[in-house]
């Protein structure tokens, strides 16, 4: 009977998942939008996940996409999560919308699954942690971030990674070893490091907490022998993910002041027994996060019913008064100090323990409100132990009516969250229907502000004013409609894009009624191949001519073209050495600066003192990651690529490998010698094939060596049985 309810209730999870998000299939589809400030990460992720989705059509990955920047590693950055295998499976099979909806509801089932095993695990009551699970994946932790389509999914398999290190702990064996390095290699290809980390810490104090010296160093040998094959099992990801790491502005670590950012104010604990004390976003009456102590609400709802917080209060109180010493009580004293220290660090820059964020590894990312999903993870896990401790009264009528409570509580969260999203047809955001690569990009100004100023004071509940903010094609929705856009949404710059993107905006004088784009920011775009400029705003320019203006919501769109841009392929009549950015921008500021006829290199090169202009080149064939043209020419000359210089780009002429020199910033270039030769630029990933291979491997060792010891077993069995 116990394995029928069990059964049931796994059963159960994701059809009531299915139900709270069925408006996303039914009557028609639809996709969350939730505006953000500026952008909106729920467009943000849908373009990348489009990205993927298109690749894995072609039956390849995302290496690179030339939809972002001057192209952009968009499988290094991590977040799409391209190894993740539901990723992989519903992206492959299914239309891309679909495969999006279908994804959320996997995460968020695969996580109150797990939940739910591992409360039973530890509670030993199977009603006790159904509900406890249920009051996770609803919560306003869950639900207000599924915007941040990454961190659900790596929160996804939080419950397993801990699930998987008791496993190996306490039974170590091949099928245990193959589990933990299956989950926790699945974490981090599911692409939020953060979370990752997080999740691992908690797996191993819960392990490690309490044993004697020696049962501890036991069990931090098997964890270390697990993590490290777990590692390699995940290394095509890790390595391509600390590749790109390494060209950040913060490839150091931040700041302690920007590792701090967006901190849980004390004050908003209040939200976890009013989830909207401060106001809803939804209608534009939640303070903006730079007059709230850097408060963002999706960040910083925790809210889980005011039912759990009784719970646990009466469970407490009725300890107190039997006198029962909780203090001896393993899960409560674990979870509670799990839930003050968590408290600690998402307060961030409020906390006694803000130092720590200047240390290796909390100062490799921002958002410490971010540990809001361990303190609400450890405090239903105290609310499931004090349920289990009122069921086990003999009092029939507490068990009645804990049970109707516990209902109400779900259908209250239900409530609570099910309208706060923002819903809209496909056909209204994803406008791209013919998959083929563009050389047309697009940069944005005055979109960001136009955005945050309705958004802080209307939210989003009338949602026509962003869908007339998606014609000036934003970096979160430029993807979806076949547009390159000079911007990205990667939330950390790369140094080369960050020196060039900051001049440019300092060159952009911005006023609430206009702009001016400066000369210099004139001549940057234009050399990268930004052919049009889409502006809320009207604009004062040179080189860029307005050719429309389009009014909606009341919100004018203006476009300016530019049709005198470089091309994806250049050969410059001169070449110059520049030693400093400053350098650089000087020869750009020269009067007889052509974008055509100079390239600044970085190295000096002697055999550039020879160069001459190619003017016949060819393209035979352009994708994202791959252009081949023929070149002709009478002398050696340049080449260049305008596509950002980056590690794994491999460049041939007539199938031999050639050096590739950093130019203009962004670009790259090759030499070419005298005569009629075929060129190729090739973005091959750095040790992917290799690390792929050793992933595999070593699944493919552990999966013999389990189906070995079964089969042993089996034989063993049959043996004896045969002896009788």
Known sequence: MNRLVHIVFIVLIPILVYIYFLPLFYPHAQIIVTPDFGTSDALSSLSYKYIYWQALQKNTLPFWTPMYGNGFPLFAHGTVGALFLPNLILYKFFPFVLAYNLALITYISILGIGTYVLLKKITKHQLSSFFGSLFFIFSGVVITQITHISVI?????????????????????????????????????????????????????????????????????????????????????????????????????????????????IKHILTFILPFFFGNPRFGTYPHFQTFDGSIFWENTGYIGILPFIILSIFIIICFIRKRSIFRDKIFIFFSLICFFSFLFMLGNNSPLYILYSFFPFNLFRVPSRFIWFFVFSFVVLSTHAMVYL??????????????????????????????????????????????????????????????????????????????????????????????????????????????????????????????????????????????????????????NKISEQREADISIYTYKNDDVLPILSSPLKVVYAKTFMDFISFLQDSSYNKVELAIIENKNNILNTLNKSDDI???????????????NNQTSMVVFNQLFYPGWVATIDGVEAQILAVNILSQGIVVPAGLHVIKFLFKPSYFLLTLFLSGGLYGLIVIGVLCQFLSSRLHIFSKGHRL
């Open 618 to 632: 060819h393209i035979i064939a352009l994708s994202e990651t791959e252009i081949r043209a023929t070149v002709k």
């Open 391 to 544: 069921f086990s009264l003999k009092n029939k009528m507490v068990k009645i009516g804990l049970t109707l409570l516990l209902i109400i509580n779900v259908v209250h969260l239900i409530y609570t969250f099910h309208s706060y999203h923002a819903l809209d047809t496909p056909d209204n955001v994803i406008t791209h229907s013919v998959d083929q690569y563009k050389n047309e990009k697009v940069y944005t100004i005055g979109t960001e502000k136009t955005q945050i100023n309705y958004f802080n004071t209307s939210g989003w509940g009338d949602i026509k004013l962003y869908r007339t903010l998606f014609k000036s094609n934003t970096p979160d929705v430029s993807a979806l409609q076949g547009y390159q856009q000079f911007l990205d949404t990667s939330g950390r710059d790369m140094k080369r894009t960050a020196l060039i993107k900051s001049f440019i905006e300092q060159d952009i004088k911005e006023s609430s009624t206009s702009a001016a784009v400066g000369s210099d920011a004139e001549t940057l775009l234009s050399l990268y191949g930004v052919s049009s400029i889409n502006s809320t705003i009207p604009l004062t320019t040179q080189k860029f």
């Open 153 to 265: 999914a790596t929160a996804s398999l939080l419950p397993w990674v801990i699930l998987a290190s008791l496993s190996i702990v306490s039974n170590f064996s091949l099928l245990s070893l193959f589990f933990f390095i299956f989950v926790s290699s699945q974490q981090i290809f599911a692409g939020f490091p953060q979370v990752t980390l997080m999740t691992h810490l908690l797996a191993i104090a819960y392990t490690l907490f309490p044993n004697s010296s020696e049962k501890v160093w036991k069990k931090l040998f098997r964890l270390f022998v697990a993590q490290t094959l777990s590692l390699i099992a995940a290394s095509p990801q890790i390595l391509p993910s600390i590749e790109y790491y390494r060209t950040l502005t913060s490839s150091s670590g931040f700041s302690l002041e920007t590792a701090t950012l967006f901190s849980f104010p």
